[in-house]
């Protein structure tokens, strides 16, 4: 639609005018407008792309992003054109002196690049706590001024009218669910020994496995973070608070770096099991309501890092599966991580869950992969950090079994080797006893691609002849 139709430029004489907007440039200036209810739609966490297809608002911001870049582009070739037509003509610099559309299409186009070329993986990881907080400032700014670039031509104002109701709608539907139906909650901030800060939230909201939420912290000791919200994935499992006999709580692992992190992690170390006043947007994404456990027979979970508090969710959700409805389901559990601290604390939670459900030793397996640490460190209890059976360079494939919550204390755990991915998830496809196989990974996105390669080519398994695999479902999360 583009560069198809031609000419690009009226071929104006000295006696036949066709006018002067060049083709091109009129016809992608509209295109570039056209999707400006789209990039706004795929933008908002509670939208009503998601609400009708049930894909998740973070799955939607690949389009997001894809729509951003193609508006900024056509924007440049809506732009360029009419440049090169009036420095042809020689009135460049008069229609820039006289002409109030070229002052608002620059004003526009400025925020619109920043906003484009920031947004690219490597800038925005690299700078996203100054991106996150100017973001907003600069999509207001190019909004307004490509409003008052449009002028009210011809059915402009119809686009603006449908991205705006489509917008609000969003941030009503999302602000009446964080302050009227959720409220505030109080939240316990707390240091772990592994380095690691916990959050627990007390509060009424259900949520699913792997779901994440916004929280925004009320105090002033977080600084300007206290002005904005910031996702964490859930690490708890929600439970029936008549059956449990108290409210569900909401637990985070949060790895201290920069930005509202850092805050956390001082926060937690000046004032330990702090209390702090939050505010709760979501939950938001997670597996598809469709996805029922109880299908699956083979549950594989593959984390690293602080991804590993994703994991204990699915984990107790497959436990609780297996106890209830699943008793022949088998659950294999790999955790790469690089420090021995993070190591025992993963096995000790890991402990926790088992010492909840009575679950048979050959239905549950458990790997620990420390991949940089080479030695173990005690902690002040005197008790090692992790087991004393440890195998160094062990093949990628081994797998210690877990009878129970006592018998993990005797896991071995693998030191300098990262998990064999492609051959754990081989193993479980080619294993006579799985049909229907669900994984689940969350932690690196060098993990997170090797997962999904392996999962890929583990798919193919279903179209082959004589094939015991039915089913092979994955799920992915980022970081937490």
Known sequence: MTLGPRPYYWPNTATVSYGSSPPIATRTGWMALALLPFVLALSAKANLISTLTGVPHEKLQLFHHWTSYAMFVLALVHTFPFIVYHIDKGDMVDQWKTEVTYWTGVAAIIPQAYLTFMSFPAIRNRFYEFFKATHFLAALVFVVFFFLHCDFRLSSWDYFIAAGAIYILSLLVSNIRTYFMHGRHTATIEQLPCGLVQIRIPTIMTWRPGQHVFVRFLSLQQGIHCLSAHPFTICSLYHDPEQAGKAPEITFYVKPRRGLTASLGNTALEKPSSTETVLLEGPYGGMSESVDFTRFDTYVLITGGTGGGFSLAILEEALRTHQQQQPTATIQVHFATRTAALADWYREEIKAKL????????????????????????????????????????????????????????????LGNRPDIPGIIAASTTSNTSSRIAIFTCGPASMIRDVRNAAAEAQGQVLKKGSTVEEVYLHTESFS
């Open 355 to 414: 010492a909840a459900y009575n679950v048979p030793s050959d239905k549950i397996s458990l790997s620990i992969h420390v991949t940089k640490e080479t030695l173990l460190s005690t902690p002040a209890s005197g008790s090692p950090l992790i087991p004393d059976s440890v195998e160094k360079r062990e093949p990628a494939g081994f797998v210690d079994s877990v009878s129970s919550q006592n018998d993990i204390a005797d896991t071995a755990v693998q």
